[in-house]
């Protein structure tokens, strides 16, 4: 009797500590991985400035770490430049998911196309799902841009410590059709204390521009290299208005309206106009820049910040994303800032008229 005791006591203490080996710590996160298709190499997870890598075996992979909050998170693949369909999110505790690598060829630059198959254990990615599903069903009806705010409103009542919520407002307010005073009562609703601090300062630079904008204020003077490995400093631009153009090969907006820049560049060169284009170009991806001018045919002034958004000059002027720019007058006064072409020529217009 005692032996049988003793044994049924060994196995519930065999279960408990296999229970307590499954839980996981505070603030840990697992992430599991499968890759449909032919995939070789590593895969990349990047988050809170942290850069990971993991060698795929089998198609699978899986990351551990430690996080102090839900953190957005970056997956990239080996070799060749990489881009996902939409805003991953890591969180404590372990989750699976599965994805789908495309190939995908952007004006000239080829890259993955990372394609979320599916997503669990994770309730941001049950929100996103949610958003999509409700997207899919209403988009096409004609009062979609009411029904799209009282959802987004709703995610965000009822999540607003989750980081998704912030990324909803940020896609929106890229909208040119935005209606930034709903989207400012929304904002209000978040818990910044627990957003990414990025995410909020874009926010504010989108919601509230007029109030931290950087118009009316001298520039900070830099200097980059250009294709020729030549430094050209701002400084030496004093005397000219200079449209500062931030861009890189791979982004299909700035891309697609470097024609109209180009017509306005004609008209306006001969009147003390330059354009300096600053690419956010990766070290690697200098060569894609290279050919990315001689196809659009820039011949105004182009430099490389080659750590892109996390060099000096992209932190200067708060570059979070692109197509960004500044219009300078002629002593360096910041006259406007991320204008369209349209507005870049009325501008022009207006300053030449004047002489």
């Known amino acids: 009797m005692h032996f049988k005791f003793s044994k049924a006591l060994f196995s519930l203490l065999i279960l408990i500590l296999l229970s307590s080996c499954n839980k996981l710590r505070p603030n840990v996160f697992i992430l599991n991985g499968r890759i449909e298709g032919n995939y070789s190499g590593y895969i990349y997870l990047n988050y ?177 290299p250009n294709e020729n490995g030549k430094l050209l400093q701002t400084k030496n631009y004093r005397g000219k208005i200079l449209f500062i153009d931030f861009w890189a090969s791979w982004c299909e907006p700035c891309r697609k309206q470097m024609p109209e820049i180009k017509n306005i560049y004609n008209q306006f060169k001969n009147q003390n106009f330059k354009i300096l284009a600053v690419s956010l170009d990766a ?29 000096k000059v992209a932190k200067m002027y708060n570059i979070q994303s692109i197509p960004s720019n500044i219009l300078v007058d002629e002593k360096g006064i910041i006259i406007d800032q991320n204008i369209s072409p349209e507005q870049l020529k009325k501008h022009l217009t207006k300053l030449f008229e004047q002489k």
């Open 48 to 224: 809170n400035s942290i850069k990971d890598s993991c060698l795929v075996k089998n198609n699978e992979f899986k990351f551990e770490g430690r996080i102090p909050s839900m953190t957005s998170a970056m997956i990239g693949t080996q070799g060749r430049t990489s881009a996902m369909e939409k805003d991953f999110f890591i969180e404590e505790g372990e989750l699976f998911i599965i994805l789908e690598i495309q190939n995908k060829k952007i004006r000239e630059t080829e890259l993955d196309w990372i394609v979320f198959k599916s997503i669990k254990g994770s309730k941001t990615a049950d929100l996103q799902k949610e958003y999509e599903n409700y997207q899919a069903k209403f988009e096409k009806d004609k009062n979609w841009q009411s029904k799209k705010y009282s959802k987004i409103n709703q995610i965000i009542s009822e999540n607003p410590k989750n980081k998704y919520s912030a990324s909803l407002i940020l896609s929106e307010s890229w909208n040119p059709d935005a209606n930034i005073l709903k989207l400012r009562k929304m904002y209000e609703k978040l818990d910044v204390a627990h957003q990414d601090t990025s995410s909020i300062n874009i926010l504010k630079s989108n919601l509230y521009q007029e109030e931290i904008s950087m118009i009316g204020n001298p520039i900070s003077d830099f200097e980059l």
């Open 283 to 311: 070290d690697k991806d200098k060569h894609k820049w290279l050919k990315a001018i001689i196809k659009e045919k820039s011949t105004w002034d182009n430099v490389i910040e080659t750590e892109e958004f996390d060099g």
